[in-house]
């Protein structure tokens, strides 16, 4: 323990005391030595009670002015980690809002461009059924060809009806002796198996490829040249007609054939599937292949039917691969 002066009354009182016991004043601990606890001067070099050299003020209680120091670098830290969290949180809200702004706008591209894979998804889809529609009036054309020509009804007492049919329309003859001709020109639409005007209707044979009235009578097809009458060079003629006209439609059947497997390869390939246009394919291209195989079995020419019948089966896997 050392004994220091009181500032007030000059007594001697411990370093230990809070207050002089002789006045009464509050004892205020400055600079002392650390050998004999007499109080020094900030400036002095040695004590000058015992002459200790002051290496580094003390203060109060023998603590080394480090205390000061660390307490001031305490201060600055707060200070600095306080304008560093105010410049950082700022700069972290302001993230945060560009942030944002970037996910609104990358949120109204992404739902731009679905609305534009829609769009197209939906042309696309529209352009398939069209192409189907045309698929289907050009098929129903191909197989009512056979129909166009001239066709006659002979009817009792020398009276007969006679039909010459095209692509647009049917132009109906009814000659009666008594009366003479009566001529009509009519268009006309195909419903099912029957054949339709405005005032008539006709029914279709499509097995045998034959006209017949709404009652069943059949019509039988004459030549320009023929002027009515079927006779033998008639009926030879009219074979000879309808193996042409099968002949005919083999034909294009198989172009037809080859034309939808090349829009499947092409589908396939290219990986982009039309949904209309594929259950089209799926409904009639292997019907297609299989009548052409019945055909060629039917004429005996196994390299064809044995052509037609792989290319069945490879359309089959494509189909079952699809999922079809």
Not at 100 to 111: C, H, M, N, P
Not at 168 to 197: A, H, W
Not at 243 to 255: F, P
């Given at each position: 323990?050392?004994?220091?002066?009181?500032?007030?009354?000059?007594?001697?009182?411990?370093?230990?005391?809070?207050?002089?016991?002789?006045?009464?004043?509050?004892?205020?601990?400055?600079?002392?030595?650390?050998?004999?606890?007499?109080?020094?001067?900030?400036?002095?070099?040695?004590?000058?009670?015992?002459?200790?050299?002051?290496?580094?003020?003390?203060?109060?209680?023998?603590?080394?002015?480090?205390?000061?120091?660390?307490?001031?670098?305490i201060i600055a830290l707060l200070f600095g980690g306080g304008y560093f969290a105010y410049t950082h949180l700022g700069k972290s809200d302001n993230n945060t809002d560009v942030s944002s702004d970037t996910?609104?706008?990358?949120?109204?591209?992404?739902?731009?461009?679905?609305?534009?894979?829609?769009?197209?998804?939906?042309?696309?889809i529209e352009a398939a059924r069209q192409s189907y529609i045309e698929r289907e009036q050009k098929r129903e054309e191909q197989e009512i060809g056979w129909l166009y020509g001239t066709w006659q009804c002979?009817?009792?007492?020398?009276?007969?009806?006679?039909?010459?049919?095209?692509?647009?329309?049917?132009?109906?003859?009814?000659?009666?002796?008594?009366?003479?001709?009566?001529?009509?020109?009519?268009?006309?639409?195909?419903?099912?198996?029957?054949?339709?005007?405005?005032?008539?209707?006709?029914?279709?044979?499509?097995?045998?490829?034959?006209?017949?009235?709404?009652?069943?009578?059949?019509?039988?097809?004459?030549?320009?040249?023929?002027?009515?009458?079927?006779?033998?060079?008639?009926?030879?003629?009219?074979?000879?007609?309808?193996?042409?006209?099968?002949?005919?439609?083999?034909?294009?059947?198989?172009?037809?054939?080859?034309?939808?497997?090349?829009?499947?390869?092409?589908?396939?390939?290219?990986?982009?599937?039309?949904?209309?246009?594929?259950?089209?394919?799926?409904?009639?291209?292997?019907?297609?292949?299989?009548?052409?195989?019945?055909?060629?079995?039917?004429?005996?020419?196994?390299?064809?039917?044995?052509?037609?019948?792989?290319?069945?089966?490879?359309?089959?896997?494509?189909?079952?691969?699809?999922?079809?």
């Amino acid at each position: 323990m050392a004994l220091i002066r009181c500032s007030e009354c000059g007594h001697e009182v411990s370093d230990k005391a809070s207050t002089c016991p002789n006045c009464g004043c509050p004892i205020e601990k400055g600079l002392v030595c650390s050998e004999c606890g007499n109080s020094l001067n900030p400036n002095d070099k040695i004590c000058p009670k015992c002459g200790n050299p002051i290496e580094g003020n003390v203060v109060g209680e023998g603590k080394p002015i480090a205390r000061y120091i660390l307490f001031s670098l305490i201060i600055a830290l707060l200070f600095g980690g306080g304008y560093f969290a105010y410049t950082h949180l700022g700069k972290s809200d302001n993230n945060t809002d560009v942030s944002s702004d970037t996910l609104r706008s990358d949120a109204k591209l992404s739902e731009q461009v679905d609305d534009a894979e829609r769009a197209e998804e939906e042309r696309k889809i529209e352009a398939a059924r069209q192409s189907y529609i045309e698929r289907e009036q050009k098929r129903e054309e191909q197989e009512i060809g056979w129909l166009y020509g001239t066709w006659q009804c002979n009817i009792d007492g020398g009276a007969y009806l006679k039909i010459s049919i095209n692509a647009t329309n049917l132009t109906e003859v009814m000659f009666i002796p008594s009366q003479g001709e009566t001529k009509n020109v009519r268009s006309y639409y195909i419903d099912g198996d029957r054949l339709c005007t405005d005032k008539t209707k006709y029914r279709i044979d499509r097995e045998n490829k034959r006209l017949l009235g709404d009652d069943g009578t059949p019509f039988s097809r004459v030549s320009a040249s023929s002027n009515g009458t079927v006779g033998n060079n008639g009926t030879n003629n009219r074979d000879n007609r309808v193996n042409s006209n099968a002949d005919s439609r083999i034909a294009r059947l198989e172009r037809k054939a080859q034309d939808d497997i090349n829009e499947l390869n092409a589908m396939v390939s290219s990986g982009r599937m039309h949904p209309a246009t594929l259950m089209y394919l799926k409904q009639n291209l292997p019907q297609e292949l299989t009548e052409l195989m019945e055909y060629y079995s039917n004429q005996g020419n196994s390299t064809k039917y044995n052509d037609y019948a792989y290319k069945r089966r490879v359309v089959m896997g494509v189909f079952k691969d699809l999922g079809m």
